[in-house]
């Protein structure tokens, strides 16, 4: 038994503030940013030492995203409403004031936005594959660059709060899954499992959120 703990230890930290993670991100709570900061911080060692150099990178990543996706979620709305006020009246930029406490809302993802993010996702999925094998000597490279690229529109989409950041979790939940079984990290395995099954709650859930924002 200690033996064991000794080995998973951190695979099993993690997993729970995982779990923590995905409570608060289904119940859209800001607080899971702050979790969001100190699990990716853990997780790079804990991925670089079972060769998913590709995951250890975007954990880096997902540490300093989840410090921007904070700053939208608290001060998202107040920063448009500046924007807005620049060249009104002085009753109108009070009008402004005070609705700029309130956070920015679930929405939907914008048509507009399909094409570039797409083309996004194409290039960093290909750049990434690109470095981890003239780079790293990764087992599951094309794998682990998929899970990378999506990532980053994941993360993207889930700070804008758009409501079909869920579904790119899901296709990245599954993989990750399989990947982490592969690699011996048990109980990540079975946390990203979980993870695509509450990822189909929460984007059912956020859809009615973002359709009663509308009215």
């Known amino acids: 038994m200690t033996d064991f703990l000794s080995t998973h230890w951190l695979d099993i930290v993690t997993t729970i503030l995982g779990l923590i993670y995905l409570v608060l991100e289904y119940r859209a709570s800001i607080a899971l940013w702050v979790v969001g900061i100190v699990m990716p911080a853990m997780d790079i060692y804990l991925y670089w030492r079972h060769g998913l150099?590709?995951?250890?990178?975007?954990?880096?990543?997902?540490?300093?995203?989840?410090?921007?996706?904070?700053?939208?979620?608290?001060?998202?709305?107040?920063?448009?409403?500046?924007?807005?006020?620049?060249?009104?009246?002085?009753?109108?930029?009070?009008?402004?004031?005070?609705?700029?406490?309130?956070?920015?809302?679930?929405?939907?993802?914008?048509?507009?936005?399909?094409?570039?993010?797409?083309?996004?996702?194409?290039?960093?999925?290909?750049?990434?594959?690109?470095?981890?094998?003239?780079?790293?000597?990764?087992?599951?490279?094309?794998?682990?660059?998929?899970?990378?690229?999506?990532?980053?529109?994941?993360?993207?989409?889930?700070?804008?709060?758009?409501?079909?950041?869920?579904?790119?979790?899901?296709?990245?939940?599954?993989?990750?899954?399989y990947l982490y079984v592969v690699k011996g990290i048990p109980f990540k395995a079975g946390l990203y499992g979980l993870y695509v099954v509450i990822a189909v709650m929460g984007y059912w859930k956020w859809k009615g959120l973002a359709k009663k924002a509308q009215v």
């Open 53 to 177: 150099y590709g995951d250890a990178g975007m954990a880096v990543y997902y540490t300093l995203a989840a410090i921007y996706g904070y700053a939208v979620w608290k001060f998202g709305a107040k920063w448009k409403a500046m924007i807005k006020r620049k060249g009104s009246d002085k009753k109108e930029g009070a009008s402004a004031v005070s609705s700029s406490s309130e956070e920015l809302p679930i929405m939907f993802f914008p048509r507009r936005l399909i094409l570039r993010t797409l083309g996004f996702f194409v290039l960093a999925w290909a750049a990434t594959y690109y470095v981890l094998v003239a780079y790293t000597n990764s087992t599951v490279p094309l794998l682990d660059a998929f899970t990378n690229a999506l990532s980053f529109v994941g993360l993207w989409a889930l700070a804008r709060k758009y409501v079909e950041q869920w579904l790119f979790w899901i296709a990245v939940d599954v993989v990750c899954c």
